[in-house]
């Protein structure tokens, strides 16, 4: 069921979905928890994880992380202007110090590079907005005030890397 929205090798082609394919593991299964345990609410996944047992998230996890992430977004939508400020915002946030200066993501810090990227400026605004937390309140702080045009920029670069 996970490919209707994920994508066949998750690789999401649905809007503001987001790719699951080389997620570092413990990401996907402290996703899958905050599901199953209704700690995040977005449907239909609470739903979907619900009676999940920590196995079979396991087994989920092990499945998507070793899928080949997806490549970055098409090359020929890059905006220039947007992935220079991008970068710079990368380093006045420190992006790079949790999720790897690659920006592959580690334990349970998700995966930024190639990612899609209308889901990361959601996410991002959601982060700020206090309308989505982690399991700690690092990413609400990170973005804490910054605006729109920024979170756009940062989105574009992350999904536009090589």
Known sequence: GCSACHGAEGRAAVP?????????????VLQMILFRERLRNVP???????????????GIATYFAGLQPAPPEDRS??????MARGQVLSQQLRCGVC???DFRGREQIPRLVGQRED???RTMQEY????????????????YGV?????AALAHYLAHLP
């Open 44 to 58: 239909p996944m609470a739903d979907i994880a619900q009676g999940l047992t920590d196995g079979e998230i396991e």
């Open 128 to 143: 700020r907005d206090n309308i989505r937390v982690g399991t700690d309140t690092s990413m609400n702080a990170v973005v």
């Open 16 to 28: 503001n979905t987001p790719m699951l394919a080389g997620q570092p593991p413990d990401f996907h």
């Open 77 to 82: 939508a890059q905006d220039e202007t947007l």
């Open 147 to 151: 605006p729109d045009a920024q979170l």
């Open 119 to 121: 889901f990361l400026l």
């Open 99 to 101: 999720h790897l200066p």
